[in-house]
């Protein structure tokens, strides 16, 4: 008899943590506060009531270390978490590697990625509080159709405006969207002000995350019925994905391994986060000391070739201003496939981190990513969403630096999600149609310093 290779680690229903874990807590140092843009002083819990609801006003800024889940939302959850932890064995062959890769897939949910880890508490919240109808931006999609889900639960309406760029290359996500019941526009589109200034100027634009958070947040803000949701960067959204990397210990601690190495995606910097932050809380209690790294696109190198300044979220200057990592307001990348890391800026708290240390950061283009994609496919048997594949690619050249060395690293990465909608791409990228855009093309850096001017005019 031969030993059974043990692929997927699960945890029971009963196993589900109950809390999520707000790593605010445990900061080393605090990040700055978000200001006010009129005033250039710290935004006040008033300032966040024309768009969310005060549960959430209060997650955003609480310091408490853990925060209990609803028994409504437990209940959703349970649609399709504890998410399994699995063991890339057919991976680690193919590269010839030491080392151990694990991968936390996301792909269950009923969005096929993350983000309804979040949507869900963000609905059920503005329910409680009377809200009928939450408007929002999606890039790839994910969010949006995660958003529309989470409103069915709930019997509201969901208005999403998608960036242009992504609008057009994933037309299934807009069609899953609308059988959630969502309602969803390319923007920038002339239903807005902002969006029609937008076109006045750019009569073909792409569009952008930026844009996009505009068009959602004007409409929202003339509405007391409607609030706004976002799916990435506040620190509200990161607390609840945080219930990834408290499975994910759990998980781990079944089989007695601890990670050497944590890899994630980053564009706003919920998915990075959710896995992380209960990392971070081990290694700061001295339990663990894993190294951990953000991975991004080359084309939106936020994280690496960004500025750590006070900027705005949205393109229009709608929204408070926030002490990120940051290209400018309205920066516009280019129409990667990866649409969920098209942002121009990165989470408050993730920037931080990275400020202090905590955390490192890579850039990948996204030819390497979608090369990392298919070996993940063919190998593992998921075709992974374009987003995870910069993970992929991240920690399929730590596995191959392992196999250099003879070093036995466990690396762990999260799988925010499956490409089934996103196979076009991928079929661009086998048909050699895929081009990759980097900070050190000219286009890029004028686009970026023209931005960041304006941004220092701002401050």
């Known amino acids: 008899m031969t030993d059974v290779k043990q692929h997927k680690i699960l945890l029971d229903e009963s196993e589900m943590p109950t809390r999520w874990y707000n790593v605010l807590h445990d900061l080393p140092t605090p990040p700055p506060p978000p200001l006010h843009p009129g005033t250039g002083q710290p935004i006040g819990p008033e300032d966040l009531t024309p768009l969310f609801p005060m549960a959430l006003i209060e997650q955003e800024v609480s310091t408490e270390q853990y925060v209990d889940i609803p028994d409504e939302v437990l209940d959703v959850y349970r649609l399709w978490r504890p998410s399994p932890l699995f063991r890339a064995h057919r991976l680690e062959k193919a590269l010839g590697t030491p080392a151990k890769i694990y991968y936390k897939y996301e792909g269950v949910s009923p969005a096929g990625s993350h983000k309804p880890n979040t949507a869900v508490p963000q609905a059920y919240y503005n329910k409680q509080a009377g809200i009928s109808k939450l408007t929002t931006e999606t890039g790839a999609g994910q969010w949006g159709t995660s958003l529309a889900f989470a409103c069915a639960q709930y019997d509201m309406e969901c208005e999403v405006w998608q960036v242009r760029a992504s609008y057009d290359q994933k037309p299934y996500r807009r069609m899953m969207i609308e059988t959630f019941g969502g309602t969803v526009h390319p923007s920038p589109s002339e239903l807005t002000a902002a969006g029609r200034a937008i076109l006045a100027e750019h009569p073909d634009s792409t569009g952008s995350l930026g844009i996009a958070i505009s068009e959602a947040v004007e409409v929202a803000a003339q509405d007391p019925t409607i609030n706004y949701a976002l799916g990435s960067v506040l620190n509200h959204v990161l607390l609840h994905q945080t219930i990834i990397g408290e499975e994910a210990l759990l998980q781990l601690a079944k089989i007695g391994e601890t990670p050497d190495l944590l890899v994630g995606c980053t564009g706003g910097g919920s998915n990075f986060g959710g896995l992380m932050f209960p990392f971070l809380r081990e290694k ?43 290209l400018g307001h309205d920066f516009v990348p280019d129409p990667i496939h990866s649409g969920g890391l098209r942002y121009h800026g990165m989470s408050p708290l993730i920037s931080h981190l990275y400020e202090t240390g905590e955390i490192g950061a890579v850039a990948k283009p996204q030819s390497e990513c979608f090369a990392a994609g298919v070996l993940f496919a063919r190998t593992e048997g998921i075709v992974p969403a374009p987003e995870p594949t910069h993970a992929l690619a991240a920690a399929i050249e730590e596995a191959v630096r392992c196999k250099e060395t003879g070093e036995e690293k466990v690396i762990l990465t999260a799988l925010c999600g499956h490409g089934h909608l996103d196979l076009p791409a991928y079929a661009a990228y086998l048909a050699g149609d895929v081009e990759d855009t980097s900070w050190e093309d000219d286009a890029l850096q004028a686009a970026v310093a023209e931005a960041l001017t304006k941004l220092a005019q701002l401050s």
């Open 284 to 326: 700061w209690a001295g339990r663990i000391s894993p190294e951990v790294r953000a991975v991004e696109p080359s084309a939106c190198p936020t994280l690496t070739q960004g500025t750590y300044a006070y900027d705005f979220g949205d393109t229009a200057g709608m929204t408070p201003l926030m002490k990120m990592h940051t």
